[in-house]
């Protein structure tokens, strides 16, 4: 969720509150009616902000293993292209370490020659 989704429903939620209070504190009704009411409002109030903090904290949950999934993907993908390249690399160091081998035989051949 995004942090204006977030300062939305935090403002909405607030005023909802702030409103039910003041209508609360209007109303033709004894003091006792009103604390009773206020208390049940709060525990509304209580209640609905456990279940969206605990939505939003789902959703954070979500998000991050998301990313973590990608985050590894991606690592992953990095590390077998470098494997990739190190072999191709050795594989290259291989041909030319033959390539080296076969032009030496051929320089000691002609140096025996030369020698005899």
Known sequence: MSNNS????VALLTGAALGATFG???APQ????????LRDEAYKAKDKLGEQYDELSSQVSDYAS????KFEKRVNKLFSKANDQADD???NM???LETL???NQELV????????
């Not at 977030?6 to 429903?9: A, C, L, Q």
């Not at 998301?66 to 999934?69: D, E, I, Q, R, V």
């Open 101 to 103: 081998r076969k032009k």
């Open 24 to 26: 609360i504190l209007y």
């Open 89 to 91: 690399i050795l594989a």
């Open 109 to 116: 051949k002609e140096l025996d020659k030369l020698k005899a």
């Open 30 to 37: 004894s003091g006792k009616e009103t604390r009773d009411q």
């Open 66 to 69: 998301s990313a973590k999934t």
């Open 94 to 96: 291989e041909d030319e």
């Open 6 to 9: 977030t300062n939305t429903v």
